[in-house]
């Protein structure tokens, strides 16, 4: 019996489930985005948000404390170079969890999990550069079309 424990076993002993949760946090601080399964992308979401909250404040403490979980350079590098300046003013929820359907060999619940400041369709890119001008054109009817001469040409108004 579970009797009020919260995380989510996945199948996997302690050390194992460990070193999953690790290789995906790793894969996603790399990648941006990864595929799992949803059971897999709601125990990565618990896993690295804190990690995420961890590295807004680049201190020699919070880079240990973030490569004793993930236990690699590159990734602990890239998270604290290029993931914590983009997250920096926000307040938490770096992550977005969406449901892809089901697996075709097994049927399991696949789902994408990304990083919600790297994703450029729902985010909007602040540009530099002027924004797109749009022209609009008067349409030609009936009561603004000018009157036309017996000649076919249009009639000049002197």
């Known amino acids: 019996m579970r009797h009020g424990n919260k995380n989510n076993a996945l199948g996997r002993k302690k050390a194992h489930r460990d070193s999953l949760l690790s290789n995906l946090a790793i894969s996603l601080i790399d990648h941006k985005r990864i595929e799992t399964t949803l059971a897999k992308a709601k125990a990565l979401r618990l896993y690295v948000e804190p990690l995420i909250t961890k590295s807004k404040d680049d201190t020699t403490h919070s880079r240990r404390v973030v490569f004793s979980e993930l236990q690699n350079k590159e990734a602990t590098a890239a998270l604290f170079r290029d993931v914590a300046p983009k997250v920096a003013t926000r307040p938490g929820g770096y992550t977005r969890i969406i449901k892809l359907g089901n697996r075709l060999?097994?049927?399991?619940?696949?789902?994408?999990?990304?990083?919600?400041?790297?994703?450029?369709?729902?985010?909007?890119?602040?540009?530099?550069?002027?924004?797109?001008?749009?022209?609009?054109?008067?349409?030609?009817?009936?009561?603004?079309?000018?009157?036309?001469?017996?000649?076919?040409?249009?009639?000049?108004s002197e």
């Not at 060999?105 to 369709?121: R, S």
């Not at 602040?126 to 009561?143: F, M, V």
């Open 105 to 156: 060999g097994d049927a399991a619940e696949m789902a994408m999990i990304e990083l919600v400041d790297f994703n450029t369709t729902y985010t909007k890119e602040k540009t530099a550069g002027a924004a797109k001008k749009t022209r609009r054109t008067r349409r030609t009817t009936a009561k603004n079309a000018a009157p036309k001469a017996e000649g076919g040409e249009e009639a000049k």
